[in-house]
């Protein structure tokens, strides 16, 4: 059972505010809750801030009461929408950001998103002293200093249950189906989706895979009788790699549907697990927040919550394991 840190005795915060940054993820909604009802106990007033660092930046700062999150653990997607702000790549930007603020009376700021998310808040506080912290949110699972991300669960429960159902086609036909999820440069999604669907070949981008090795896979299978085979492949950094295997399967006699489920694994009521995850995360955030502590991200290692500098997660790789990968293989064999 995931443990949270410490409560503190009282709060060197009176006024926080939070918000959604980046790529949309299953479970914010539920840190969102988090944040706003564990903050409203310690006696904090709670803002909300609509379109990320574009909202914050625009003013839309509106105070959130315990009502204002009522019935949204379920909802996926973000009711505080959420954007990619180029604009706060400037310094004088993050500057006027952290005076917007102070001007509206909030301590502290409450991030939920990922890698990119992160450097703004960490570059704010550096230069102009705001306190801040944030919560891993997102599908890709691919942020440092966490073993699990908010999203992660529900996007994985996603793409199988697509694979279950791709799996009663491609066995009706006989076809190959490639099955591509997302993920960006990291397989995180894929390698999960591979082993909890059975999928006959897995292709993340952390391994190559030559295309003989694939088709040695696909051939293997027919020769113990199969009619039909699913390959996962992860996005990978360049769009359209599942059609480009397609075609290179079809010049060695390897008729391949392609299926890219796409951004139906960013939304979609969050699991159970996304849901507990969250609302953890959001309230040791609030914790370690109004404890005095900042510029760190609340993270997951060993079942335990832990604060994570956010020196030691931004533009830090975080590593598949190789068990995993070889336990892809065996189990595919």
Do not use: W
């Not at 102070?102 to 808040?121: E, H, N, P, Q």
């Amino acid at each position: 059972m995931l443990t949270m840190p410490s409560l503190p005795t009282r709060t060197k915060i009176k006024s926080l505010a939070v918000l959604t940054s980046g790529g949309d993820a299953p479970g914010m909604n539920a840190a969102i809750r988090a944040v706003v009802r564990y903050g409203l106990s310690l006696g904090c007033e709670v803002y909300g801030v609509y379109k990320g660092y574009s909202g914050l930046l625009e003013g839309q700062i509106v105070p959130l009461s315990a009502s204002s999150v009522a019935n949204i653990i379920q909802r996926g997607g973000t009711i505080l929408k959420t954007d990619r702000c180029e604009a706060f790549y400037k310094r004088s930007v993050r500057r006027e950001a952290a005076h917007i603020l102070r001007r509206k009376g909030i301590d502290g700021l409450v991030v939920i998103g990922g890698d990119g998310s992160f450097t703004g808040a960490h570059l704010m506080e550096r230069e102009n002293g705001f306190p801040t912290i944030g919560v891993p949110g997102t599908i890709d699972n691919d942020i440092a200093g966490t073993e699990d991300t908010i999203g992660f669960d529900t996007a994985v429960n996603t793409a199988i249950d697509a694979i279950d159902r791709i799996r009663d086609t491609a066995s009706s036909h006989d076809r190959i189906f490639l099955v591509e999820v997302m993920g960006r440069s990291t397989g995180f999604i894929g390698l999960d989706v591979g082993i909890g669907g059975g999928a006959e070949t897995i292709l993340v981008p952390e391994r190559k895979l030559p295309l003989e090795e694939v088709c040695d896979t696909v051939e293997r299978g027919i020769k113990r009788g199969k009619t039909s085979s699913i390959i996962v492949v992860s996005e990978g950094e360049k769009p359209g790699l599942s059609t480009r295997l397609a075609a290179d399967l079809a010049k060695r006699g390897y008729s391949a549907k392609v299926c890219i489920l796409g951004h139906t694994q960013r939304g979609g009521s969050p699991t159970a697990h996304d849901r507990f995850l969250a609302s953890v995360l959001g309230a040791s955030a609030v914790a370690y927040l109004c404890g005095g502590r900042s510029n760190a991200m609340v993270g997951v290692q060993n079942d335990k919550v832990t604060l994570v500098p956010f020196k030691n997660v931004i533009g830090k790789e975080k590593k598949i394991r190789d068990e995993l990968i070889t336990l892809a293989q065996i189990l595919a064999s």
